[in-house]
Every structure is written in C-alpha cells, then in structure tokens.
C-alpha cells in the first residue's frame, strides 16, 4: 500500500497520508485546512472501498410470511407422506422367472409321462419323439456354446455330456436351463435309454470289426 505526500497551500506544511484514505475527510493537521488528495489517488480510494463494500454479507432477508408457511407445509406433508417404496423391489428377476417356468413345465411333464394324463397312441408317440426332442435341445446348447465360446461349442458338439455340463453349470441362459430341465423330467429316460442303446451297438460293431481285422 504506496503512501501519498501533501503540501498544505495555507501554511506549507507536508503530510503523508494512504491513498486509500477518504478524500474528503483529509485535512491539515497544523491549520485544519481541507486537502486535495491527486486524482489517482482518489481513483484508487474509491475503487478500494467499493471492493470492501462488495466483500459485505448482506444480511439475511428474512422470509415473508407466504415462504414460512409453505416451508412448514412442506415440512409437514414430508412428516406425513407414507414412504413409497420403489417399484423395482417388486420385480422379479430372470433367476425367479426360470425357477417358475421349470416348476410349471417339471409338473406337466410329469403328469404327462408318468400320471398317464395322455392316451396309449400319444404316449407312445411321446416316447419315441423323446430322444428327437433331446437332439433338438442339443442342437441349441450347442449353438449358444459356439456363440459364447468356439472352444465350448467345439467340445458341445464332440462330447455330448459337455453339453449338459455347459448349460446347469457355465451358461447364463436362464430361460433355456429352465426350459430345458422342465422338458427333461418327462424325456430323460426314453431320451436316455436310446443314447444309451445307440452307445452299445456302436461299440459293439466296432468290438466287432476289431476282432474280424484281427482274425484276418
């Protein structure tokens, strides 16, 4: 903060005062005459009180009547309001949507294939269309696994049961393990016995044509 010197014209005397001090309150301290501070100095005096005056809080207003009344009516009815609880806890997820289909299609295959609920002529159609149904859900895992992975569908289509481990154990596919399981229950054993049939004669011809190379 530089200072400002000056010269009273009444008796000469010099004083040194702020350049930020009033203007009009500066006068001489031998004679009392009134000084006149340079014009930059009263530039930079007016500038440094307007910048205090800006740096002031203002106080406070007060709130009318209409605002107090509305802030303890909104208070009010924030006391008073039932608390809403947000629609999403309500919802139910694919893991429970799954479980739902598999219970529903578990007890219809059930009653279908073992509570005789179907004629002789469809059950046996159902029996011999068993292993077909399985194929075609096979086909599917294995297109979800060469989707997801080459190297599982590659194994899906080599190695059946891979299939089977893929999809209750890998997979993510909810909706297709529960439809999948849900058929299984009144498919698995037909489905089961004729893989299972194929299995033996396969290995049977090729005991065969090992014994019938090794007699030549």
């Not at 001489?28 to 740096?55: D, F, I, N, Y």
């Not at 004629?119 to 997801?148: M, Q, W």
């Not at 154990?169 to 049939?197: H, K, N, P, T």
Request: aromatic fraction near 14%; charge should be neutral.
């Amino acid at each position: 903060m530089a200072d400002v010197e000056l010269t009273c014209p009444v008796c000469d005397k010099s004083i040194i005062v702020s350049e930020y001090a009033d203007p009009d309150a500066v006068s001489c301290s031998t004679c009392g005459e009134k000084l006149v501070m340079p014009a930059r100095a009263q530039t930079q005096t007016k500038r440094g009180l307007h910048m205090a005056s800006a740096r002031k809080p203002e106080p406070e207003s007060e709130p009318s009547g209409d605002e107090s009344e509305t802030g303890q009516e909104w208070r009010f009815n924030t006391q008073t309001r039932s608390k809403a609880v947000p629609r999403e806890k309500y919802r139910v997820g694919p893991a429970v949507r799954s479980w739902l289909i598999f219970s529903a299609l578990a007890c219809a295959m059930y009653f279908i294939r073992y509570r005789g609920l179907l004629p002789v002529l469809y059950e046996s159609h159902f029996k011999t269309g068993a292993p077909f149904i399985y194929l075609a859900f096979h086909i599917l895992i294995t297109l979800k696994a060469f989707k997801d992975s080459v190297f599982n569908g590659i194994l899906c289509f080599l190695l059946p049961p891979y299939a089977l481990y893929y999809l209750f154990l890998v997979c993510d596919d909810f909706y297709l393990r529960a439809v999948f399981g849900g058929v299984l229950v009144g498919i698995g054993v037909e489905s089961f016995l004729f893989f299972q049939s194929m299995v033996l004669k396969f290995f049977d011809a090729a005991h065969s044509f090992i014994q019938g190379g090794a007699l030549r």
